[in-house]
Structures are given as C-alpha cells and as structure tokens.
DNA sequence: GTAAGTAGTTACCAATAGGTAATTAGTTGC
DNA sequence: GCAACTAATTACCTATTGGTAACTACTTAC
C-alpha cells in the first residue's frame, strides 16, 4: 500500500535535497546574510546588521543562531575591548557557492524576462 | 545618506537575484511541485496531488496559481470528457534546472554530512 | 555623569502560511 | 439513483514568521 508513487528513487532523493536546501535556507533572511558573508567574508553582528537593509536585531540574532546550529555560520567571539562578535560561513556554507551562483543567475535572468516581457506589453 | 554598504553593486545585483528566486520558490510545496514536474513532464491535478505526499488540494490549487502567475507552470484544460487538466513546467520553469541540481545536489551532499557527523559523535 | 557603541534579549502584536473538513459542479459506470 | 471520479473552492482554525519598541549589560570617550 501506498505505492502510488511513479516518480524514481533518484528524482525523490533529488527532490529531498532541494527540500532540506531550502529548509536550511528558509525566511525572509538568511539568504542576504549567507550573500554578505559569501560575498564579505566577515562581519561582527551590528555591521551585518547595518548591511543587510530592514532587519531588526532580534530577527538577525534569530537568523544567525538558527545558521550557527547548521553549521553554515560560524560565530567567534574577540576578546577585545569593547568585545565583538564575527560571523562567518563555514567551510560548509563556503560549500553553496554553485547553489548561490545558480540561483543569483538564474533570478537576475528571470529579473530581465520579466522587465523585457512588461516593456513588450505596455 | 545611506551609503553604509560596502557591499559591491555585483554582490547586491546577486543578493537581490538569490532573493528573487527564493521568493518564486517560496512556501512548503513549490519545491516539490517543480521537481515532479520536472522529473516527470506533465501531471493531471490530482494526479499531482497524489505524488506529493501530504499536500491538500487546497494548497495545491494555491501552490500551482502561484506558478502559473510567476510563468513558471503552465496550465491547460484538456476538452475530455470527463475534463481533465495539465500542469506542466514552462520553458522558464525548465529553465530553473541549474538551480534544482545545485540544490538537490548540496542538500544529499549536506545530508550524508549531517548523517557522517551523528556517527562519528555516536 | 552622560552619550554612544558593543551584542544582543524580551514582550507584545499582526500577517501569513498552511492544515482540516466539507462542499461545489460536472461525468461515468452500475 | 448512487458511488466514484474529475478539479477544484470555501470556511475555519492554528502555528509560525517577522516586525516594533524597549530594555539589559558592559565599555569607551568627553
């Protein structure tokens, strides 16, 4: 019983992993704080604040703690005066670059489509 | 005013595109729409629905007018009887094929990760 | 002592997403 | 007529997301 299923073993264990992709990069957030990092490097908490337009500290916090417990972001601590805090990715949210690169083109190509097909119709 | 990015215009364009494509894939099920679709070529609605485990017809019919909206599916009624109707990817959809194989790819690469690392700390 | 900068946390609120269950409206088969 | 199929829609409810604003706690500069 519940074998309705058609579609392949690979194309659902395709499907998964597009799933928990997205799952890890889900919100309204998390994506420009994964482009700052990729595209910056590092950041300490109010200059990634300061980078990313609109967010609340709150939500930066929330967004930050939830990368950290997937090991996408990683947070050090500097024992300097005033202490500061630096974000960055880890190897493995170093390892989205094709996932970022695909979906930065494929969004900026869609952008232009868009705009091309509202100059065709107006 | 407001110049308080140091983030280049090509990190911002990318940003923005990333954001773009996320918000078009956005929600629980528009993953897996996309990648039945995309595996399999056409589905009739409840067909769909039936491949897609748990999702409600409801959401399926909101899920799928969101794409439609989007031109990222396409969506025709076949003069049958008893009337059927077809969902398909758009060549726009089908364009998404670098994005939904770098993201199947790097969630089953995080996930082997994920499942290597529960071993080794077990 | 006061303002401003560090990194957050807390309480509260509103909007959205998504789930359940029933219903609509039409056709086919028995 | 009645069940079962087609493709949805509607009403209702709950949980999550994300926003505002204020507050903590500590340091430095004036």
Redesign the pocket.
């Known amino acids: 019983m519940a074998e309705k299923s058609k579609l392949s073993d690979s194309c659902l264990r395709s499907i998964q992993g597009i799933r928990d992709t997205q799952d890890l990069l ?4 998390k994506i420009p704080i994964i482009g700052a990092l990729y595209f910056n490097g590092k950041f ?4 990634l ?1 300061r980078h990313i337009e ?12 939830d990368l950290e417990m997937n090991h996408l972001v990683k ?1 050090t ?1 500097k024992d300097t ?7 960055e990715l880890t190897p493995q949210g170093r390892s989205l670059k094709k996932v970022i690169e695909a979906m930065g083109e494929w969004g900026t190509d869609y952008r232009k489509a868009v705009l091309a097909n509202a100059l065709e119709n107006s």
């Open positions: 889900s919100g309204k957030w300490r908490f109010m200059d604040g609109g967010i609340a500290p709150k939500v930066l916090s929330k967004e930050l703690k947070r601590v005066m005033p202490i500061t805090v630096e974000y």
